[in-house]
C-alpha cells in the first residue's frame, strides 16, 4: 500500500464563512453525498443557493476534492449537537463520500479517507473520539454514512473509536448521553447507535441486552479517552 498522500484537487465553494468564536477544529464530521455522481455532489456544495458545502469531497475511485479551507467554516453539520456541544461547524471538519447510501463504500475512497484523515488530526490534533458521524449529531434528521461504512476499519488505524468487547448490563439512555449523543427520540438515538457501533443489530428497533453492553463499553472508551 501507498504512504504517499493522495493528490487533492481544488474546487472551491462559496459556501463558508468564519468560524465563530475563535473556534478550532477539533472534530471531524463524515458524511455520504446521497447522491449518484461526484459532479451533481460538487455542483450541490458550490451552488450559492444550496447554502451547503464541506470541506472535502471523495469520489468512490479515491479522488479528494478540497472545497473549503480547512482555517473556515463549511456547511455539513446543521443543527445538531454532540457531547453537549452546538455549533458543530465551527468545531469541524466535514468530509463527504460520494455515495447513495445504498451502495458499499469502495477500497480507494475508504484508503484516500484514511490518509485524508490521518493528515487532518495530525495538523489539528484531534483525537479519535472527534470523529463522528453525521447521524450521531443529529439522530432525528440524519442518517449518513450509514450501516455500510466502516467504523471498525478506521478504528483499527485509531481514527476512530470502536466498542472493545461488552460491557456492564447497564441502562442505555445514560450510556448515550455519556457518549455525546444529542436528546432524540429514543428510536432514533438506537438507530444511529447501532449505525456507528452495532451494525450487525436486526430485528425491531427496541433495544437488546447487547445493545446496552455495547453502549457500555463505548461509552467506557469516551470516558478513557
Ligand atoms: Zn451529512
Not at 16 to 24: E, K, T
Not at 41 to 67: F, K
Not at 155 to 174: I, K, N, T, V
Request: glycine fraction near 8%.
Amino acid at each position: 500500500m501507498s504512504q504517499h498522500p493522495p493528490p487533492i484537487r481544488q474546487h472551491p465553494s462559496p459556501n463558508f464563512s468564519a468560524r465563530r468564536d475563535g473556534l478550532v477544529p477539533h472534530m471531524i464530521v463524515l458524511h455520504y453525498t446521497g447522491m449518484r455522481s461526484t459532479e451533481d455532489a460538487l455542483d450541490r456544495l458550490c451552488d450559492p443557493g444550496a447554502e451547503v458545502s464541506a470541506h472535502y469531497v471523495i469520489c468512490p475511485q479515491g479522488t479528494i476534492w478540497q472545497l473549503v479551507a480547512e482555517d473556515k467554516r463549511a456547511w455539513h453539520a446543521g443543527a445538531g449537537t454532540w457531547a453537549g456541544q452546538g455549533d458543530i461547524n465551527s468545531r469541524s471538519i466535514g468530509v463527504e463520500l460520494v455515495n447513495t447510501g445504498a451502495q458499499p463504500f469502495p477500497n480507494p475512497q475508504m484508503r484516500a479517507l484514511t490518509t485524508l484523515m490521518r493528515g487532518i488530526m495530525t495538523r489539528h490534533a484531534i483525537a479519535p473520539q472527534g470523529v463522528i458521524a453525521h447521524s450521531d449529531m443529529a439522530p432525528e434528521r440524519k442518517e449518513d454514512p450509514g450501516p455500510r461504512f466502516d467504523w471498525r476499519r478506521l478504528a483499527r488505524q485509531g481514527l476512530a473509536l470502536a466498542p472493545l468487547g461488552m460491557g456492564p448490563d447497564l441502562p442505555l439512555g445514560p450510556s448515550l448521553d455519556a457518549i455525546g449523543y444529542p436528546v432524540a427520540s429514543a428510536d432514533k438515538r438506537l438507530q444511529a447507535f447501532r449505525f456507528r457501533f452495532h451494525q450487525t443489530a436486526s430485528g425491531p428497533e427496541t433495544e437488546t441486552e447487547a445493545d446496552r453492553r455495547r453502549a457500555a463499553a463505548v461509552a467506557q472508551a469516551f470516558r478513557a479517552s
